[in-house]
């Protein structure tokens, strides 16, 4: 399947078969995906909690208000930032020529010291990118997804022990559909949505 494709016959699916399993393999295929999506200045602050657990599942599927395609999705995925990551900036660019790394490593910290609102946008941001390259690798290996922003992210926070000054940006279901999505809501116009060098 091309991307193009992928894009066009991804759904937010709710209907899961729960008796399909993920394999260990896929799921590392699916996430080492994820890993490759871009970030700011590189900082990969992105942490997915990876849950299959069914006793975690439903107490997720709790505090997210009974929203059964949390435990019948063979995985539910936690996408976590880092708001520190900025503070350890050379790792990020441990392999760049030496030249790069004085460059651009010296910049990181700086930009977003003391900068909580750039620091939680930023998560956002990066978690939102790798959100879509999530969803679209697993329709590429056929499986189906739905991005949640439904739940109690305190309640969340505790079920995966959340370390400090981490965020959780939304949820994503992975599994087989046992029930089509609905159809398309309604797309806004091409026209009213997309603009050429100003409104």
């Known amino acids: 399947m091309d991307t193009l494709q992928a894009i066009r016959e991804r759904r937010s699916v709710k209907h899961y078969d729960p008796k399909h399993v993920l394999e260990a393999h896929d799921i590392r295929t699916l996430m080492e995906h994820a890993l490759l999506s871009p970030t700011s200045f590189n900082m990969q602050q992105w942490r997915f909690i990876i849950v299959d657990d069914p006793s975690i599942k439903a107490q997720i599927c709790k505090a997210a208000w009974n929203q059964k395609q949390i435990e019948d999705a063979a995985i539910s995925i936690v996408l976590c930032a880092d ?27 700086p ?12 998560a956002l941001r990066s978690i939102g990118i790798a959100s879509q390259s999530i969803m679209l690798a697993a329709k590429a290996m056929g499986l189906d997804s739905c991005p949640m922003i439904g739940f109690d992210p305190q309640k969340v926070a505790e079920l995966i022990d959340l370390p400090n000054n981490h965020l959780i940006g939304m949820l994503i279901t992975v599994g087989k559909a046992l029930k089509s999505a609905s159809p398309r809501g309604g797309q806004l116009p091409y026209e009213e949505v997309v603009h050429m060098n100003h409104f």
């Open 83 to 109: 708001l520190d990551a900025h503070v350890d900036a050379g790792r990020y660019w441990k392999n760049a020529a030496p030249a790069v790394q004085e460059m651009i490593v010296p910049m990181i910290a």
């Open 111 to 122: 930009f977003y010291a003391d900068n909580p609102s750039l620091q939680r946008d930023e």
